[in-house]
């Protein structure tokens, strides 16, 4: 049985596990990415997260460079409508959101690869699940390089 | 590009990030990095020792970057800087990187895969630092005056506070008289103390005050310059109507709340005996022994909780509002007092006293109150009886959902608080707006009465639902805060802001409009021709206006196209 176990793990680390980029803000979604590991809670360390002032700074070629260099999708943890900065922030990200999707399909790479959802400075729980459910899409469509 | 000489520092954390990362690895990985002239790990990056050891290593070995790799970054980025900056370096030299709260801490169930990530975050960290040059802060000198806006109980108390700590006040109130709510209210929970007692004592040491201008019927209508010195447009209305200019360094924002106005049909309201809670508050201040209603005593009353609040996921109001369990049950308790034989009915949908208003619940219940539990999706009915009484049916959760009914002679809506009509203000200010619709602050624990606009502060309901004493409490934060911004007579402004590289601006005019700040202006005079030029003091450094410029000539410093892309590419390359 103990081997088995082995074997099985063993098999796993070979397993493809998709490389994600998260997005996140400083003030709203990176606290509540913060508290996501200050709870312990459980997500791919496939996944890692470079954090800005505000989700209307992204700009789309970073998304289209991120999945040419290796990531396997890119998650906006974004501020929704709780910017400090932005009345329209939600509005100017939807609009990145969309120019980003539509420069992913030109180069061939599907855009499923890109998601969006609002993460608040509490939202531990909903970012794990965000992480394992994004994860588990991107193993479907399989590493970005055989695309 | 000259060699960069960059410092990595990989932090043990007394094993809350080496029992599950192996540092020494990631060190091992990234000491022969290109640039990187030093790498260690130490116990406890944020100790003196370790500090003296960053210090040390700086001055002796010239460093013109630093990474230090530990716990999340709004712990001990000032701590960083400040090693830094004693040492020489410039502050923005430095990168914080994660390794704690996103990393060993979130896969503590996977010791290589969380080693590896933390490789990718240090040569992310390593990546951006190359590309940081030093930044110095916008220093401004600041006006030792501070506007407050709004002269409820919150801005009133305010004012007295910012006037005795030694600074200038001008108390602008749109209404005629002071005191916004309280001013009417009689005994207020907790204490008792009379609203319109303590709105008296207030207005009198306002008045007594030479060091604060207090303009009634006034309202603010532009606001020019930035934080220090803030050029404020006052008008004034009534017989003495004028327009004034003033200088300030700061501003507080206390313009409190509007209270839910049901709509017609809304519990009942509409049909004679159906009240609001403040309707129902004058009623009782007003009244002279026992509660009458069209000259007939009151003797069964029914209160209906969160009615405005809470109002599911499509409604405008989906936010509790706090105070008015409270308040309702205070009332039922003024009642009491009137006539300890009052039958009192609450029907509520979760009751919330909390902290010491929870001796206020236990008391109304020890003189006879009755609370029953509706169903959100079943909330009671109001009509009128056939003897021309009130009559409340509701589906009460606690006894076997069984249906009851009520009969009343008034019955009270528990009406919450909704945010003020201020859209002039909103847009003179800047103010940040919730997606609630009451003011934005920074951070709710670290930073609740600062606003991402500098020198403006928000304090009392205006920022969300609060009772008289969590107002005040609000308003002498605001105070403080007030006080730390401008008593130094100088102020550092973060200088992580937006500009436009000249060269590439074609001046299309595109991101004129897109800052809401009006940080971003055209200016004459580039070689010639005219440029949009960003003012560092006014920026708030969000970084908006970057993506819509299609010449991407604009950047944010601290995360420039370029750096990002690097960052993006050091998380991206193969451990190996």
Redesign the interface.
């Known amino acids: 049985m103990a081997v088995q176990q082995q074997v099985s793990v063993r098999e796993d680390a070979h397993a493809f596990s998709p ?1 994600i ?1 998260v997005l996140s803000t ?2 709203i979604s ?2 509540g ?6 709870a ?7 996944v ?7 989700t ?5 070629e ?1 998304i289209v ?2 999945l040419e ?3 396997d999708g890119v998650f906006i943890a974004s501020d ?8 329209d ?1 939600a509005e ?1 990200s939807a609009h ?1 959101f969309e120019t980003a999707q539509k420069q992913l399909k030109e180069r061939g790479i599907s855009p499923a690869r890109l998601q969006m959802a609002a993460i608040c ?1 509490v939202c531990a729980e909903p970012f794990t699940r965000y992480m394992h459910e994004f994860s588990q899409t991107l193993t479907e469509l399989g590493p970005v390089r055989k695309e | 590009m000259n060699r960069r000489k960059i410092g990595v520092y990989v932090c043990h954390c007394g094993g809350n990030i080496s029992d599950y990362v192996d540092v020494e690895k990631v060190v091992d990985a990234v000491k022969d990095e290109e640039d990187v002239v030093v790498a260690r790990t130490a116990m406890f990056t944020c100790s003196d020792a370790t500090q003296q050891e960053i210090y040390d290593d700086i001055r002796e070995l010239g460093l013109d970057g630093l990474v230090v790799a530990s716990c ?3 712990l001990h980025t000032f701590t960083f800087r400040g090693v830094a900056k004693r040492a020489g370096l410039n502050p923005f030299q430095y990168t914080q990187v ?1 390794v ?11 010791r290589q ?2 080693t ?2 933390a490789l ?2 240090v040569r ?1 960290g390593i990546a951006r630092t190359r590309l940081l040059r030093p930044l110095e802060p916008t220093v401004v000198e600041t006006v030792p005056k501070t506007l407050v806006i709004g002269a409820g109980i919150a801005g009133l108390r305010a004012a007295i506070g910012l006037a005795d700590i030694g600074l200038s006040v001008v108390v602008v109130e749109r209404e005629a008289e002071v005191g916004g709510w309280v001013k009417d209210f009689g005994p207020m929970y907790p204490r008792d103390k009379e609203g319109r007692e303590l709105v008296r004592q207030l207005e009198a040491k306002v008045r007594q005050r030479e060091n604060i201008a207090l303009f009634t019927s006034a309202e603010v209508v532009r606001k020019a310059g930035s934080f220090g010195d803030y050029v404020v447009d006052i008008k004034t209305h009534g017989k003495s109507s004028m327009t004034m200019q003033i200088h300030v360094g700061s501003i507080t924002v206390a313009t409190g709340f509007d209270s839910y106005q049901p709509e017609e049909g809304e519990y009942g309201y509409g049909i004679d005996g159906v009240v609001t809670l403040p309707e129902y508050k004058k009623m009782l201040d007003a009244a002279e022994g026992s509660l009458e209603y069209h000259g007939r005593p009151v003797k069964d009353v029914a209160y209906i909780y969160c009615v405005g609040s809470r109002q599911g996921d499509d409604g405008p109001h989906q936010y509790c509002s706090r105070f008015c369990c409270s308040a309702a049950v205070h009332s039922a308790l003024e009642l009491y007092t009137r006539d300890p034989s009052a039958r009192q009915f609450h029907l509520y949908r979760d009751m919330r006293t909390y902290g010491r208003y929870e001796l206020m619940y236990r008391e109304s219940r020890e003189k006879g109150s009755t609370y029953l539990k509706f169903a959100e999706d079943e909330p009671p009915a109001v009509r009128k009886g056939a003897d021309g009484r009130l009559v409340v049916t509701i589906r009460d959760q606690l006894t076997g959902q069984k249906e009851v009914e009520i009969p009343a002679d008034l019955v009270v809506l528990v009406t919450g608080m909704v945010p003020r009509e201020n859209d002039a203000l909103v847009g003179a200010l800047k103010l ?4 609630d619709g009451f003011f ?5 624990k670290l930073r609740p009465v600062e ?2 606009v500098d020198g403006v502060t928000i304090c009392g309901a205006c920022q969300f639902p609060k009772n008289a004493s969590e107002s005040v409490a609000s308003g002498l934060a605001a105070v403080t805060q007030s006080a730390a911004m401008l008593k130094q007579g100088r102020a550092e402004l973060d200088p ?1 802001v937006a500009s436009v590289d000249p060269q590439l601006c074609t001046d299309c005019g595109v991101c004129y409009a897109t800052c ?1 700040y009006d940080a971003i202006s055209p200016q004459e005079g580039h070689e010639g021709r005219r440029v949009a030029v960003i003012d560092p003091a006014t920026c ?5 206006c ?2 819509v410029c299609p010449e ?1 000539a604009i950047n ?1 410093e601290g ?1 420039t ?1 370029a750096q ?2 690097a ?3 050091g ?2 390359r193969e451990v190996v």
């Open positions: 490389r980029l400083n003030n990176d606290p990415i913060d508290l996501a590991g200050s312990h809670m459980h997500y791919p360390p496939t890692t997260t470079i954090a800005l002032p505000c209307s700074a992204i700009m789309p970073w460079h991120a260099q290796g990531f929704g409508e709780e910017c400090a900065y932005l009345r922030c100017r990145m400075s | 999340s970054p709004k994660n704690r709260e996103q990393c060993s801490w979130a896969h503590t169930d996977d895969g969380a590896e990530k990718r975050l992310a940040p707006v919730g997606r934005n602050e920074i951070h709710p606003t991402v992580q809401p708030k450094g969000c970084g908006g970057a993506p991407r944010l995360y196209q990002i892309k960052m993006i590419e998380l991206a």
